[in-house]
């Protein structure tokens, strides 16, 4: 006879009280294996899991940190950019300082061509370097009314090119022939602009000179 059959046998002969106490300890055997190797396992895990709770929240709170800031940066870095590209465009055309003075004449001229307005003399000054550009100016000497003062600053403040108003003075007296009974305003003007051409020194000091 086979051992399973012997076996068989054996708790075959057992009385009802003896199987159901083998079965009792087949049970408790089968429990604990499961409690050792199921239950205890899944339970340290889970123990693991919730411990790292914490370190991963402060992770994840770390990287938002990091991405709400690098978002700041993106925008602020886009803004600088759009900031850049606006005051390049402002910047006077010309390869030259000189290239860029005889543009911003050009862009003076229909300013000044007004029935109000007079030109008596218009001159370029040295340009001079302001950091990474340099900086191109006129002078002009202008005969006009109040009026016509205000709308050539309004025009200068409404372009597209960068320009600026560096120096100003004006004094009253007289009247206009074409526009009676209106005051004659001589101003002296400087207006200025900035340029990416590179600055001449030689030429600078000439022009100073």
Not at 15 to 20: H, N, P, V
Not at 88 to 96: H, P, Q
Not at 119 to 140: D, F
Request: with cysteine.
């Amino acid at each position: 006879m086979s051992a399973a059959g012997v076996l068989v046998e054996r708790i075959n002969a057992l009385s009802r009280k003896e199987k159901a106490l083998l079965a009792a300890c087949l049970l408790a055997v089968v429990a604990f294996a499961a409690a050792r190797w199921v239950v205890m396992p899944a339970r340290a895990e889970y123990a693991r899991n919730r411990a790292a709770i914490p370190a991963r929240r402060a992770v994840i709170a770390r990287y938002e940190a990091f991405r709400l800031g690098q978002d700041r940066v993106d925008e602020e870095l886009s803004d600088q950019v759009e900031r850049m590209k606006k005051w390049e465009d402002g910047l006077l055309a010309g390869e030259t300082t000189s290239a860029a003075g005889v543009f911003l004449q050009g862009l003076l001229k229909p300013l000044t061509q007004r029935p109000e307005i007079r030109v008596t003399s218009i001159r370029s000054l040295p340009p001079a370097r302001k950091g990474a550009y340099t900086e191109v100016a006129v002078q002009m000497e202008i005969q006009t009314s109040t009026e016509g003062l205000a709308l050539l600053l309004a025009d200068l403040s409404r372009q597209t090119k960068i320009l600026r108003v560096r120096k100003l003075s004006a004094s009253t007296g007289g009247s206009m022939g074409q526009v009676p009974r209106k005051e004659v305003v001589a101003v002296s003007m400087v207006v200025s602009g900035f340029s990416a051409a590179p600055l001449d020194e030689k030429a600078s000091v000439r022009s100073d000179e």
